[in-house]
T-cell receptor
Framework: QKEVEQNSGPLSVPEGAIASLNCTYS??????FFWYRQYSGKSPELIMS????GDKEDGRFTAQLNKASQYVSLLIRDSQPSDSATYLC?????????????FGKGTHLIIQP | NAGVTQTPKFRILKIGQSMTLQCTQD?????MYWYRQDPGMGLKLIYY???????DKGEVPNGYNVSRSTTEDFPLRLELAAPSQTSVYFC??????????????FGEGSRLTVL
């Protein structure tokens, strides 16, 4: 059974600062990694995917992957109050991903104005 | 473009009642999923389907059933509702194209309370 671990938070960050969210996973065979954002009372939405070691940048978001350490992170630069949400880390389940994603419990991020 | 549509959005059930959560997607996705999310927890997979006529159990299938008669529809049936089934239920779908796991598109969720 794959495990995805995240600190539940809340993580409080001042507006304009960098928010750093972390995730570890147990299956060394994982090849795809995802960050979903979930606002309170809403459904998750994909914000970043990463498949190779290193960094991937998209606007204010940067995903970092280190497969040797089984660690994936999400950096949010110039944090805005609208970034306040729960961030879910996810990896494909066994079987090549046909059976969906395994999600962490999520990190609750609060951006303080 | 409607995407993934779930009904109902809210429902209160009495213990022992049964109901069906409806899920429809208009993106011609082969893969469809049902997840449940309890407060402060991540999403747990209930059932999934890789195409019409093919379904399989996820992590927490007990107390639920599904069917997939068409590509578009993937209803979730709750039999003999129990308080432990109080949760938010999300239906999701994705395409089968590409070598990497594609984006999961979620419905808006169905909030179920069993009293």
């Amino acid at each position: 059974q794959k495990e995805v671990e995240q600190n539940s938070g809340p993580l409080s960050v001042p507006e304009g600062a960098i928010a750093s969210l972390n995730c570890t996973y147990s299956d060394r065979g994982s090849q795809s990694f995802f960050w979903y954002r979930q606002y309170s009372g809403k459904s998750p939405e994909l914000i970043m995917s990463i498949y190779s070691n290193g960094d991937k940048e998209d606007g204010r978001f940067t995903a970092q992957l280190n497969k040797a350490s089984q660690y994936v992170s999400l950096l949010i630069r110039d944090s805005q109050p609208s970034d306040s949400a729960t961030y879910l880390c996810a990896v494909p389940r066994p079987g090549g991903g046909a059976d969906g994603l395994t999600f962490g419990k999520g990190t609750h991020l609060i951006i303080q104005p | 473009n409607a995407g993934v549509t779930q009904t109902p959005k809210f429902r209160i059930l009495k213990i022992g009642q049964s109901m069906t959560l409806q899920c429809t997607q208009d993106m011609n996705h082969n893969y469809m999923y049902w997840y449940r999310q309890d407060p402060g927890m991540g999403l747990k997979l209930i059932y999934y389907s890789v195409g019409a006529g093919i379904t399989d159990k996820g992590e927490v299938p007990n107390g639920y059933n599904v069917s997939r008669s068409t590509t578009e529809d993937f209803p979730l049936r709750l039999e003999l509702a129990a308080p432990s089934q109080t949760s938010v239920y999300f239906c999701a779908s994705r395409t089968a194209l590409g070598t990497h796991f594609g984006e999961l598109f979620f419905g808006e969720g169905s909030r179920l309370t069993v009293l």
